[in-house]
């Protein structure tokens, strides 16, 4: 592999950004870290090194700041790659702030990318992209929706801002990745998901309610047109998803002649209702959950799942890890961190 390659990766005290971390540092790769742990937490430092015997250059500062991210660069000259996590996340959130996530998500990217000493970025961008998608499963080639929240927004000019500098740039070469949904934890339950306060997404808040820190987990909306009622995504094991960032940089590292701005869907490629993860979770972990249906949430849409051909052929990679898998990993980290004060 590359053994002496220096990587850049923002956000790795995250929860994908970590899991990337430990697989790059597998494959041989030096990882430096910029998190300003905004959403994260410096154990997670801890839990990377304990996975791989390995602890990441750390920088712990705010990538909004200009003067910052300039001396970092000029002082890390000798970089192969960035992989560009760091961002704010929470849907909901970005309705009620969108300046902070407008300011947050794309001064970050725009710092980085007039600054950086690198000329190879992959860069976080979510199915989010696609809004409900008029075929299933959903191809790079779908059309962009108008994005329902400034979270979403930001995902769509991020993409557009580095397909435009890549246009001009030829030796500039990136690559998006869209990310289905994200689960799961290291099978060493050393790292894993982190939530501050109540989880928004389903597998936190299974697992929280599961544990007895949440009554009941309420599902929302039973109306929807699918085989069971309930809405339907690809939830995608975060280690297959942090094994794919490693496949896109040998892509970039390869440089072969080809497009210099590519976009690539990270899921599994198979969709799963909300009942059937609630059945698949109590399956693999023999957990007994409380939920009961409720109405729909705003803004949510029917179903989304991959078409991965394309990143399964150019990337040559394909997710390995089952739904089963996955929960019961998201699970094993759940019992761990209560079992943690620290946290
Ligand atoms: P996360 O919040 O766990 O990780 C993001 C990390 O970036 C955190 O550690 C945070 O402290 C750091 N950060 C945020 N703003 C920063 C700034 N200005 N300067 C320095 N550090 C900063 O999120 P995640 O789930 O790991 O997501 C990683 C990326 O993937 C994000 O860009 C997110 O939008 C995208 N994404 C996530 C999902 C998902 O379901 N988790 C799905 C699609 C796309
Ligand atoms: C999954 C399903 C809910 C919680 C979000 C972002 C998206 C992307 C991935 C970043 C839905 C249902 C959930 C609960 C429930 N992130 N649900 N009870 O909505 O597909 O996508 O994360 O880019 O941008 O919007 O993920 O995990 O929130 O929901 O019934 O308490 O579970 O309605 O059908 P979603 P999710």
Not at 34 to 40: A, G, H, R, V
Request: hydrophobic share 35%.
């Amino acid at each position: 592999m590359n053994p002496s390659k220096k990587i850049l990766v923002t956000g790795g005290l995250g929860y994908i950004g970590s899991h990337t971390v430990v697989a790059l540092q597998e494959k041989g790769f030096r990882v430096v870290v910029i998190d300003n742990l905004s959403n994260s937490s410096l154990d997670v430092l801890g839990g990377i090194t304990k996975i791989t015997g390995e602890t990441p250059a750390f920088y712990s500062f705010d990538l909004r700041n200009k003067e910052q991210v300039g001396e970092f660069f000029k002082n890390n000259m000798d970089l192969e790659g960035i992989i560009h996590f760091a961002a704010s996340k929470a849907v909901g959130e970005s309705v009620k702030m969108p300046l902070l996530y407008y300011e947050n998500n794309l001064c970050s990217l725009l710092n980085i990318l007039s600054l950086q000493s690198s000329s190879k970025l992959i860069f976080s961008s979510s199915c989010t992209v696609y809004g409900q998608a008029d075929e299933l499963p959903i191809s790079e080639n779908a059309p962009t929706k108008k994005a329902e929240s400034p979270y979403g927004n930001t995902k769509q000019i991020g993409e557009e801002i580095i397909k435009d500098i890549c246009k001009i740039e030829k030796d500039f070469k990136a690559i998006s990745l869209r990310y289905f949904n994200p689960i799961g934890a290291h099978a060493s339950a050393e790292i894993g998901e982190l939530p501050i306060g109540t989880p928004q997404n389903l597998v936190p808040f299974i697992t929280q309610t599961a544990i007895g820190q949440r009554k009941q987990l309420a599902v929302f909306g039973e109306d929807y047109p699918t085989n069971d009622g309930t809405a339907i995504r690809d939830y995608i094991h975060v280690m297959d998803v942090a094994e794919a960032h490693v496949a896109a940089l040998n892509r970039l590292i390869k440089g072969k002649e080809r497009d210099n701005y590519e976009v690539f869907n990270l899921g599994t490629g198979e969709g799963n209702s909300v009942l059937e993860v609630i059945h698949s979770f109590e399956k693999s972990t023999g957990q007994k959950l409380s939920y009961k249906i409720e109405g729909r949430r705003e803004g949510d849409i029917t179903a989304a799942y991959a078409d991965t051909k394309k990143a399964n052929k150019e990337l040559n990679w394909k997710a390995k890890r089952s739904l089963d898998v996955a929960l019961k990993s998201a699970w094993k980290w759940q019992e761990k961190i209560n079992k943690r004060e620290d946290l």
